[in-house]
């Protein structure tokens, strides 16, 4: 077994890398499980204000950013792909195609927010206050949950970033593509929750 | 296999950095257990003042030292301290970080670099929450639970607590993560899952809790910082949200952080008991499957601190019929130990009596933990001093004094010297009989009818609070006895053999203290870790 081979020389364990990701995916779906948690049982209590919410949100946008986020998923693995038959320029330029991808994907949210924003529609406002409770609670759990992905969009794209800077210095190539596979796992699980957020925001009407 | 190495300890390792830094940007699995222990010996130091002011405040009824509010908010940050920096850390992170390699035969943990950041994030989340003790805004004062809506809505610094116990939250995910993935890489060619040491399986068992769990309470707090600083309504019934929901989700997680405290705790009873009774575990599969059935039974188990706060009749049976199903595992863990010493040759040494203290002491804490688990009983003593005293007897008389007898078993491994056995064994008599002393009283008045986190009380309850608090003085004085022991130990003690109890697991084959990479070359694996000739 590699287990074996690599205990007492060889510093250097590739599967301990990717259990290790897997185990903070584990903490993240977590993380937002507690959030989905609390999502459906204030949606249990106030369906209607939940429905007349959704209405509220542009579908379009939303879907754009969901085949965003799914093309970039797929180029991320292209990336990786890449990488693993010594393409090294494909991989790079893969992963600067995820990286625009998913700014796009902030400039789209920010646009979303920012609509929001001219409305007075944002936590804390004035407006917020007098919205009866079930459209209170549906608006602050839009902005939580896709403020929180969007961080993680965010951290996603610096481990990007270090992985695309990582391959043109030649520290991740062909035999030695951990990096890369672990932040695109990540890049992975930060799609995957998109893919449940979108319909539990945008599509309950 | 490999050409010989002169022995350097890794005390007096030199690498890279020297003096401090040496330690504190070490990576070395071995200094950051020490850096553990001081750091937590420390957070438990202040915890413990905090509890002594709060026993000499309810030395008489009425103000005694301090008002209402002064008081709520050193019982809120000694909740904090003792939970989130002192017993969720302590085991794991100390004895884990030193002794999981040395167990399993590795040479570090999986990610040595993640636990050099992992002790600084625990640092920082600490230096928070003990800041939120001075702040302007005063103490927080909700109690370690936050509990909403009080908490979002108190004027206190609630927000720096909160904050701080998230972060902290963050280093215990980051020990469990390593742990994991150290067990399931690094054990040494030969060493299967049922040739390890139990102590280990039972870090294993906690590392899942910690990785699981922990994400839903940093959720909640998260939520509840937002709550208190953009009026989102959550958990606040005025704005539509569910104070209940804030109860389910903070005990997700801390009902099952009992389990990552008791685990570990358990695991190294499990480790003295066979050492100093020179016999072999009984029932190792049994001990190494208990650990794995509490870990997983403990997650649904949260509704219990709930009785009272408003769940269906089926809810409450529910998680009563699992409350009980639960302490199944752990009475399996306390029969084997038992069993273990049967026809034994008992070696009446500190850590043994540590870990037969702690047996006596689980039993109590385990049993009143029974009496709470049924919804009847819980009703009458919800919210009582019977409550504080169980929990103190299960997290104290359980978790504390396993780390005391941790702590006494492993130390001449740690500094390669050992303290005088006999100072040892006074401090150990003179704990439990201020243990008993200070929290057995709460029993009784708890039952009578006193409230916790009260700093007033009626005349009746002088005399068991009186008690307490002699009990809490003779406590102090057996720290005293046990850590000034311990330090001179360190400094000025015998010189400790390789291996001074005869243990028969892998720590006890690397000289004392361990060589930087603990072994030199792959060590021979036993399929009976507990095999005393």
């Known amino acids: ?205 | 296999m490999r050409k010989e190495t002169k022995y350097v300890s890794y005390l007096d390792y030199e690498g890279q950095y020297k003096g401090i830094f040496g330690w504190i940007f070490s990576t070395d699995h071995k200094r950051l257990g020490l850096l553990y222990l001081y750091a937590i010996a420390l957070f438990f130091f202040v915890g413990a003042i905090l509890g002594l002011t709060m026993r000499v405040e309810l030395a008489t009824p009425g103000e005694t030292i301090m008002k209402a509010q002064a008081y709520n908010g050193v019982f809120t940050v000694h909740g904090v301290i003792m939970i989130f920096m002192v017993v969720i850390p302590g085991l794991s992170a100390v004895f884990g970080n030193f002794f999981l390699p040395l167990m399993i035969g590795a040479k570090d943990v999986a990610f040595p670099k993640l636990n050099r950041l992992t002790w600084w994030i625990l640092i920082a989340g600490s230096i928070l929450a003990i800041a939120s003790q001075f702040l302007r805004e005063g103490p927080p004062d909700t109690g370690w639970t936050f509990y909403a809506p009080y908490s979002t809505k108190t004027g206190t610094s609630v927000i720096i607590a909160t904050t701080a116990a998230f972060v902290l939250g963050f280093a215990s995910i980051l020990t469990g993560l390593n742990f994991i993935v150290t067990i399931h890489r690094l054990r040494a060619p030969g060493m299967k899952f049922f040739n390890m040491p139990l102590f280990p399986w039972a870090l294993y068992a906690a590392s899942w809790i910690q990785l699981l769990a922990t994400p839903v309470v940093g959720i909640t707090l998260v939520m509840l910082i937002f709550e208190r600083l953009f009026g989102i309504g959550f958990f606040n019934p005025d704005l539509g949200g569910d104070p209940i929901l804030f109860q389910h989700l903070f005990w997700i997680y801390s009902h099952p952080a009992v389990y990552i405290m008791i685990l570990p705790a358990m695991g190294v009873i499990t480790e003295v008991i066979p050492t100093f009774c020179q016999r072999r575990i009984y029932g190792y599969k049994a001990i190494a499957i208990s650990s794995l059935a509490i870990a997983a039974v403990g997650f649904f188990v949260w509704g219990h601190h709930m009785y009272t706060s408003g769940m269906s009749e089926q809810a409450r049976w529910f998680f009563s019929l699992l409350t009980f199903i639960v302490a199944v595992p752990s009475a399996i863990k306390v029969f084997n130990w038992i069993a273990t010493m049967y026809r034994g040759s008992i070696n009446l040494q500190a850590p043994f009596l540590y870990a037969l203290f702690f047996i006596f002491l689980f039993i109590i804490g385990g049993t009143t933990g029974l009496i709470l688990g049924a919804v009847a009983p819980n009703v009458q003593v919800h919210d009582t001093s019977f409550v504080v005293a169980h929990f103190h007897y299960i997290i104290f008389g359980g978790m504390g004094f396993a780390f005391f007898s941790g702590l006494h078993y492993w130390f001449p491994k740690m500094y390669g010297r050992m303290y005088n056995l006999k100072a040892a064994n006074w401090g150990a008599i003179i704990l439990f009989i201020g243990f008993n002393l200070l929290y057995f009283p709460q029993f009784i008045i708890g039952y009578q009818g006193m409230p916790r986190r009260y700093y007033d009380y009626l005349p009746q309850f002088q005399w068991a609070q009186t008690i307490s608090l002699i009990g809490g003085i003779i406590l102090f004085i057996g720290f005293f006895v046990m850590v000034g022991n311990l330090v001179r130990g360190a400094k000025k003690g015998a010189i400790a053999p390789a291996n001074p109890w005869n243990g028969t697991t892998l720590e006890w084959t690397v000289p004392s203290p361990p060589p930087v990479e603990n072994f030199d070359e792959d060590p021979i694996i036993k399929s009976d870790p507990y095999d005393y000739k």
């Open chain 1, 1 to 205: 077994m590699s287990q074996h081979e690599n205990h007492a020389f060889e510093h250097r364990d590739d599967e301990a890398k990717k259990l290790g990701m897997w185990l903070f995916i584990f903490t993240e779906l977590l993380l937002f499980g507690g959030l989905f948690l609390v999502y459906s049982i204030f949606r249990s209590q106030y369906p209607d204000s939940f429905h007349e919410g959704s209405l509220e949100l542009s579908v379009t946008i939303g879907a754009i950013n969901t085949i965003i986020l799914l093309v970039s998923s797929a180029s991320v693995a292209v990336a990786l792909t890449a990488i693993q038959k010594n393409n090294t320029k494909l991989s790079m330029q893969m992963l600067l195609l995820t990286v625009f991808l998913a700014a796009a994907f902030l400039v789209n949210k920010y646009f979303e927010w920012g609509a929001k924003f001219h409305h007075g529609l944002y936590p804390g406002s004035e407006l917020m206050q007098l919205l009866d409770r079930g459209h209170h609670l549906y608006f602050s759990l839009y902005f939580f949950m896709t403020g929180l992905h969007a961080l993680h969009i965010i951290i996603g794209m610096i481990l990007l970033l270090i992985s695309y800077f990582k391959v043109k210095a030649g520290k991740v190539k062909m035999d030695d593509f951990m990096h890369l596979e672990n932040a695109a796992l990540y890049w992975h699980l930060v799609d995957l929750i998109w893919i449940f957020l979108f319909p539990l925001m945008y599509l309950i009407s």
